[in-house]
């Protein structure tokens, strides 16, 4: 598993940042804000981007930069600040152009049952985060789980992100929480995809972000090892995902509620 930051408050571990990279200054303002938090709080920090989205919904959304210039800025985020940085990766051949990069290889719900995708990660020897399936029971991502160990890789984080609740709409089940951490793995909980509402009409995502607070509190309190939290500056603005993600200046006063909450279940 990477090493995070020591962790002496044995604290939660936080995965952050904007949907997609969208710049270089605008990262590094992100990742300079969010780690000045983290430290502060005493949280392991992973600073979080894409640096491209393949799953949007209309041919006319931003996809991304440009994969090598998004790719040198996460580098960018960890040799300036010292963090790991995450991202996705969306085919096999993308594995180990991105693992030149980045810490952490994230493989996206909708692509988590994909064998080759899962084996090329694995193959890496960076950690790989699985997101959840919306269409998977927690139980069953035991299996996405075994194909990175199988191909000799068990650094290994899963993430729950919701179940597709009819068209449009998501739940969190958290009894899945438990449910995956019994692999022998962390768990996290992406507290902003899942309070994403797909298959608008407008071929744009939306979202309740009035809720992440609730999700963010509730994954604390039934034990999970880490939190996902897309964030922006100005979601209003964002790029992708702008419907779902937190407010940049909410951040530090909702990770203090949550080590409150992980106090009490200590």
């Given at each position: 598993m990477i090493k995070l930051k020591d962790n002496p408050a044995n604290?939660?571990?936080?995965?952050?940042?904007?949907?997609?990279?969208?710049?270089?200054?605008?990262?590094?303002?992100?990742?300079?804000?969010?780690?000045?938090?983290?430290?502060?709080?005493?949280?392991?920090?992973?600073?979080?981007?894409?640096?491209?989205?393949?799953?949007?919904?209309?041919?006319?959304?931003?996809?991304?930069?440009?994969?090598?210039?998004?790719?040198?800025?996460?580098?960018?985020?960890?040799?300036?600040?010292?963090?790991?940085?995450?991202?996705?990766?969306?085919?096999?051949?993308?594995?180990?152009?991105?693992?030149?990069?980045?810490?952490?290889?994230?493989?996206?719900?909708?692509?988590?049952?994909?064998?080759?995708?899962?084996t090329a990660a694995a193959k890496t020897g960076k950690t790989i985060n699985i997101k959840k399936g919306q269409f998977l029971s927690p139980i069953a991502m035991q299996f996405a789980a075994e194909k990175v160990a199988e191909a000799g890789n068990k650094n290994i984080m899963l993430t729950e992100r919701g179940t597709t609740f009819g068209y449009q709409d998501l739940v969190v089940d958290f009894r899945g929480v438990p449910e995956m951490q019994s692999f022998g793995y962390p768990v996290i909980v992406d507290a902003t995809h899942s309070l994403q509402q797909p298959n608008q009409t407008t071929g744009v995502t939306g979202g309740m972000p009035q809720l992440i607070e609730t999700i963010a509190k509730a994954a604390i309190a039934v034990g999970a090892d880490g939190l996902f939290i897309e964030t922006h500056e100005n979601p209003s603005v964002a790029k992708s995902d702008g419907a779902n993600m937190l407010r940049l200046d909410l951040l530090e006063d909702l990770l203090k509620k949550l080590i409150r909450i992980r106090e009490a279940i200590k």
């Open positions: 604290n939660f571990f936080l995965l952050a940042g904007p949907c997609v990279i969208e710049g270089e200054e605008m990262a590094m303002r992100i990742a300079e804000r969010i780690v000045a938090i983290t430290t502060s709080l005493n949280i392991p920090y992973v600073f979080k981007g894409s640096y491209r989205k393949a799953n949007r919904s209309r041919l006319d959304s931003f996809m991304g930069i440009g994969d090598e210039k998004a790719l040198k800025i996460l580098k960018k985020v960890h040799d300036t600040f010292g963090v790991p940085t995450v991202t996705d990766i969306h085919s096999a051949e993308e594995a180990a152009m991105a693992a030149e990069y980045v810490d952490i290889l994230q493989i996206p719900a909708f692509l988590c049952r994909q064998t080759d995708l899962l």
